[in-house]
């Protein structure tokens, strides 16, 4: 049996092929291009369009509707005979992104002509041209009324999992919603970019899974559903908009008209999408809680099962459903693989170079601290960029490499303390985790053993695990977490870091004085 497991992220889209035939189970294809190289025609940079002001980022829906066709021809053409077998499919997408769809959406889905490519059938179902991503930070003045109209940051963080962020869906459509009251009203159905995809593939309104419903400040993590009051309090006539909210495993549907006739594709079952760290939780095989795991891709993100939802005192972090039914903790950094592609490039160097300079200077950097705001920031939350340097020289390249390292490795530290996990074991992913001097000063900074997966995109993974999982329980067959977790998910036990005492010590004693760095240019020191 062949599942297709695909990841929209920020940059990319790609794709895994599964075959698990009892319990062996292999990759047989993969594929991945990012939508700059493959797309060009939409103008992104890193897969996203900005303007003069730094807190919007948005991207074009039809870009990764047409990213799905480019991504269906390719995996027909080199693998044909496993895609004529293919048994189910589902998927994963970078988190918080929304799609505004009107009246011609549900129509227009269901009667797609596999004669002619998707996007150009999509353009008049938009009712805004443009996703609001997780990079935008525009919706400050949104998150202020929704968190005072909803018993402050702390209840809100109580019962969504998280106090309103400027990225989570709630905020984005309240802020849409007053800034274009006429796109609003004209606005059918919100997707988030999972469920917009999920829809692209059934050719009808998709379902959104819990894990990726639990970004938006709109789900109560207690019952699993919409909370009225929140919806209440974000736009008029929200709950007729959104798709109902379903488990992780649930079967949405089956694969439209569009794909099977346009690549002579099988009518398999399409798992409800979630979000890429939801679906990184299953494709690392953290399903217990104690275990965490970091993923260093466009975003940095620290995250780890949990049991019972403990969300943080003082706002950090999130924790939202996880795909098992249980609950994930996880906290968010913005700057992550751009701002240590933004110091390679201003040194003028390629990774073998970044590399060879954290090789080359001393770990702790003399003192030298950076505070790598490039852009604005999630956590800690820092509306106006800018990068703060301390100790620091800005004209000596490999510092400065040093530094941006060091800081966005105290900053997971420190800003995942609230999670209360101390792990033997970091499971690294994501573009960055091909890195091993990066991922020796992780082993350092949280004196833990790391270790990497075969495979890169564990979010993809997940989406091809996803997809299994959710069709054997349709198939009335159980099975369980342990069992997806196991085999092809798990990390090759070697560790490609282990701490060393000395260097664990001396960051101990840096952490804190990051901390009182990092307060001092909040204003708060
Ligand atoms: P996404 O969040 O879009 O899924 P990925 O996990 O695919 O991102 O990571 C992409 C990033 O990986 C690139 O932006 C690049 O900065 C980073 N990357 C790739 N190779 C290396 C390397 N050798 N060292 C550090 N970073 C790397
Ligand atoms: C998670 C978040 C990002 C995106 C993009 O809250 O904002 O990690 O999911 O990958």
Same mark, same amino acid.
């Given at each position: 049996?062949?599942?297709?497991? #695909?990841?929209?992220?920020?940059?990319?889209?790609?794709?895994?092929? #599964?075959?698990?035939?009892?319990?062996?189970?292999?990759?047989?294809?993969?594929?991945?291009?990012?939508?700059?190289?493959?797309?060009?025609?939409?103008?992104? *940079?890193?897969?996203?369009?900005?303007?003069?002001?730094?807190?919007?980022?948005?991207?074009?829906?039809?870009?990764?509707?047409?990213?799905?066709?480019?991504?269906?021809?390719?995996?027909?053409?080199?693998?044909?005979?496993?895609?004529?077998? %293919?048994?189910?499919? +589902?998927?994963?997408?970078?988190?918080?992104?929304?799609?505004?769809?009107?009246?011609? =959406?549900?129509?227009?889905?269901?009667?797609? +002509? $596999?004669?002619?490519?998707?996007?150009? @059938?999509? /353009?008049?179902?938009?009712?805004?041209?443009?996703?609001?991503?997780?990079?935008?930070?525009?919706?400050?003045? $949104?998150?202020?009324?929704?968190?005072?109209?909803?018993?402050?940051?702390?209840?809100?963080?109580?019962?969504?999992?998280?106090?309103?962020?400027?990225?989570?869906?709630?905020?984005?459509?309240?802020?849409?919603? @007053?800034?274009?009251?006429?796109?609003?009203?004209?606005?059918?159905?919100?997707?988030?970019?999972?469920?917009?995809?999920?829809?692209? %593939?059934?050719?009808?309104?998709?379902?959104?899974?819990?894990?990726?419903?639990?970004?938006?400040?709109?789900?109560? #993590?207690?019952?699993?559903?919409?909370?009225?009051?929140?919806?209440?309090?974000?736009?008029?006539?929200?709950?007729?908009? %959104? &798709?109902?909210?379903?488990?992780?495993?649930?079967?949405?549907?089956?694969?439209?008209?569009?794909?099977?006739?346009?690549?002579?594709?099988?009518?398999?079952?399409?798992?409800?999408?979630?979000?890429?760290? &939801?679906?990184?939780?299953?494709?690392?095989?953290?399903?217990?809680?104690?275990?965490?795991?970091?993923?260093?891709?466009? +975003?940095?993100?620290?995250?780890?099962?949990?049991?019972?939802?403990?969300?943080?005192?003082?706002? *950090?972090?999130?924790?939202?459903?996880?795909?098992?039914?249980?609950?994930?903790?996880?906290?968010?950094?913005?700057?992550?693989?751009?701002?240590?592609?933004?110091?390679?490039?201003?040194?003028?160097?390629?990774?073998?170079?970044?590399? =060879?300079?954290?090789?080359? *200077? &001393?770990?702790?950097?003399?003192?030298? #601290?950076?505070?790598?705001?490039?852009?604005?920031?999630?956590?800690?939350?820092?509306?106006?960029?800018?990068?703060?340097?301390?100790?620091?020289? =800005?004209?000596?390249?490999?510092?400065?490499?040093?530094?941006?390292?060091? =800081?966005?490795?105290?900053?997971?530290?420190?800003?995942?303390?609230?999670?209360?996990?101390?792990?033997?074991?970091?499971? /690294?992913?994501?573009?960055?985790? $091909?890195?091993?001097?990066?991922?020796?000063?992780?082993?350092?900074?949280?004196?833990?053993?790391? !270790?990497?997966?075969?495979?890169?995109?564990?979010?993809? !993974?997940?989406?091809?695990?996803?997809?299994?999982?959710?069709?054997?329980?349709?198939?009335?067959?159980?099975?369980?977490?342990?069992?997806?977790?196991?085999?092809?998910? $798990? &990390?090759?036990?070697?560790?490609?870091?282990?701490?060393?005492?000395?260097?664990?010590?001396?960051? /101990?004693?840096?952490?804190?004085?990051?901390?009182?760095?990092?307060? +001092? @240019?909040?204003?708060?020191?």
């Amino acid at each position: 049996m062949i599942y297709l497991g #695909l990841d929209a992220s920020t940059q990319s889209l790609t794709a895994i092929l #599964l075959e698990v035939d009892g319990a062996r189970r292999s990759i047989v294809g993969d594929h991945s291009f990012t939508y700059d190289d493959a797309l060009p025609q939409y103008g992104t *940079t890193h897969g996203v369009l900005r303007n003069d002001d730094p807190s919007t980022v948005v991207s074009p829906p039809l870009m990764w509707a047409e990213a799905l066709d480019v991504m269906m021809a390719a995996l027909v053409e080199r693998w044909p005979a496993e895609m004529r077998r %293919l048994t189910a499919i +589902s998927g994963a997408a970078q988190q918080h992104g929304s799609v505004y769809l009107n009246d011609h =959406a549900d129509s227009r889905l269901a009667s797609l +002509s $596999a004669r002619l490519p998707i996007a150009s @059938q999509l /353009a008049d179902i938009l009712s805004r041209p443009v996703a609001p991503i997780w990079m935008d930070s525009s919706a400050s003045q $949104a998150c202020r009324e929704i968190g005072a109209a909803l018993g402050g940051d702390h209840a809100l963080a109580r019962r969504t999992g998280s106090r309103a962020f400027e990225r989570f869906t709630g905020p984005q459509i309240r802020a849409f919603a @007053q800034r274009e009251p006429g796109a609003y009203a004209e606005t059918r159905r919100i997707h988030l970019v999972s469920s917009f995809l999920a829809s692209l %593939l059934t050719g009808a309104p998709a379902s959104i899974d819990r894990g990726d419903a639990s970004g938006t400040n709109l789900m109560d #993590l207690r019952t699993g559903q919409w909370w009225p009051e929140a919806l209440e309090a974000t736009a008029d006539g929200l709950r007729d908009r %959104l &798709p109902t909210v379903v488990a992780s495993s649930t079967v949405v549907g089956t694969l439209g008209g569009y794909w099977r006739e346009r690549y002579r594709l099988p009518e398999v079952p399409v798992v409800a999408w979630t979000g890429d760290n &939801p679906s990184s939780l299953i494709g690392t095989g953290i399903v217990r809680e104690g275990q965490l795991a970091v993923s260093l891709g466009t +975003s940095d993100t620290i995250f780890g099962a949990m049991r019972q939802p403990r969300v943080s005192a003082n706002g *950090t972090g999130h924790v939202f459903a996880s795909p098992t039914g249980g609950f994930m903790g996880m906290t968010v950094f913005k700057n992550g693989s751009l701002a240590r592609e933004r110091v390679r490039d201003a040194y003028g160097l390629d990774w073998p170079g970044f590399s =060879a300079a954290l090789r080359s *200077t &001393p770990v702790g950097n003399g003192g030298g #601290l950076l505070l790598p705001w490039f852009d604005p920031e999630i956590t800690p939350h820092v509306a106006v960029p800018g990068a703060h340097r301390h100790n620091l020289d =800005a004209a000596d390249a490999a510092a400065n490499v040093r530094a941006v390292v060091e =800081a966005q490795m105290m900053a997971l530290a420190n800003h995942s303390a609230w999670m209360g996990v101390r792990p033997a074991v970091i499971y /690294a992913t994501g573009g960055a985790s $091909a890195n091993i001097e990066i991922l020796q000063v992780m082993a350092d900074m949280f004196d833990a053993d790391v !270790l990497r997966q075969d495979i890169g995109n564990s979010a993809c !993974l997940g989406a091809a695990l996803r997809a299994w999982h959710g069709e054997r329980l349709a198939a009335g067959e159980s099975v369980t977490w342990e069992e997806v977790a196991a085999g092809v998910g $798990a &990390p090759s036990s070697a560790p490609v870091a282990r701490p060393i005492a000395e260097y664990v010590n001396l960051y /101990a004693d840096l952490k804190c004085r990051y901390a009182e760095f990092e307060q +001092s @240019q909040l204003g708060h020191g």
